[in-house]
């Protein structure tokens, strides 16, 4: 995976890496600390925020 | 194309498709590749911003001849499905598939029906009554939420004492999720169980999932390893497909002394640790189907 660039965690300050080819509302993984986050807007600046929680009827 | 809705496009030209889900995970990004290969694009709608008068087609969800449902929600993507229908377009999967798959008791009423072989099962209303019921399938067993997924709230019980526990708590705790208590016979399958993909009536590939811990959803950690097809499990895996209304899903089976045995069907699969393990293009037979299906549809409106 071509990496694009690395951004801010919004959850614990560590980079994440986005790939180029990332869309708006991908859902990517914090390697630090392992947080769902999901990317909210590419332009002007690629933006991250964490994504929400589980909820009782998701999955599957 | 079905019906004169602001469901269709243009009969002549590709199919419309567009893919609902709650941001785009792997799968996701799959499918859209998928289709980009094929030369189809796929739109996307966010289930989130989804809305508008059941009288109308869904604001916020572009037109479409077919719609992909995978949102993360079950009840979204099941009132999705109906709206959707209901507006003359197709849903993938069906309301039938989604509201079957979505509901534990309604894939075991339906695999019961199509003498589809399945864990020996039962529900009860009450804390009293649950004990009843599990006598029915023995300890130890396994109670389920009704709807859920990724294996939460699931819980092995090994004796009356810890059922008795259990039952108390969904009492006191009430609500809808408690209303009913689903139990399920437990199978000693040494932490592993098998994932096979059927679409459009066709066992496409399987995987055996792993873990050290005897639930076995891939959410909790299990490795997923390639499994050949064998005939008893292709054969298996259609049937269940079929008995809840056909579609793309994924079926969950034990392998038992006595042979496979369904658990669960799957009506939003998840497939990102299974493309690379079984080396079959799962999204793009998806793909394949709903352009398919989609197109056929276009030609019969088009002729009617």
Redesign the interface.
């Known amino acids: 995976m071509p990496v694009l660039t690395t951004i801010e965690c919004p959850v614990c300050w560590g980079g994440v890496n986005v790939s180029a080819d990332v869309?708006?509302?991908?859902?990517l993984d914090c390697g630090d600390c392992g947080a769902e986050l999901?990317?909210t807007a590419l332009s002007p600046a690629l933006q991250l925020a964490e994504?929400?929680m589980?909820?009782?009827?998701?999955?599957? | 194309m079905a019906g004169s809705t602001e469901a269709q496009a243009t009969a002549t030209t590709a199919p419309r498709i567009v893919l609902v889900c709650t941001g785009v995970r792997p799968e996701e990004k799959m499918l859209v590749e998928a289709f980009a290969a094929r030369s189809v694009e796929l739109f996307t709608a966010d289930d989130r911003r989804i809305h508008g008068p059941l009288d109308a087609w869904p604001e916020g969800l572009p037109s479409a001849d077919a719609v992909i449902l995978r949102a993360k929600s079950h009840w979204r993507n099941a009132v999705l499905a109906r709206w959707i229908e209901s507006r003359g377009a197709l849903a993938v999967n069906n309301s039938g598939v989604i509201e079957t798959c979505g509901d534990k008791v309604a894939t075991t009423l339906r695999l019961i029906e199509h003498g589809v072989s399945t864990l020996r099962s039962s529900v009860s209303f009450s804390a009293e009554s649950g004990r009843a019921a599990a006598d029915a399938v023995g300890f130890p067993l396994v109670v389920k939420p009704v709807v859920g997924s990724w294996g939460r709230l699931i819980g092995k019980i090994s004796d009356p004492d810890a059922l008795e526990t259990v039952l108390e708590h969904k009492e006191a705790l009430g609500g809808a999720p408690h209303a009913v208590t689903y139990l399920q016979e437990f199978v000693a399958s040494g932490g592993q169980d098998i994932r096979s993909f059927v679409v459009d009536g066709v066992c496409i590939a399987a995987i055996r999932r792993s873990s050290t811990h005897w639930r076995t959803n891939t959410a909790l950690g299990a490795t997923a390893s390639a499994v050949d097809v064998d005939s008893e499990l292709a054969r298996l895996s259609v049937a269940a497909a079929q008995a809840v209304g056909g579609g793309a899903v994924a079926v969950d089976l034990f392998e038992t002394d006595s042979g496979y045995v369904v658990n669960e069907v799957n009506g939003a699969m998840e497939f990102r640790n299974s493309v690379s393990t079984t080396g079959v293009d799962i999204p793009g037979l998806v793909a394949d189907y709903v352009i398919r299906e989609a197109t056929a549809r276009q030609r019969l409106a088009h002729v009617s």
């Open positions: 869309m708006l509302s991908e859902l999901e990317v994504a929400p589980s909820a009782e009827d998701w999955g599957e």
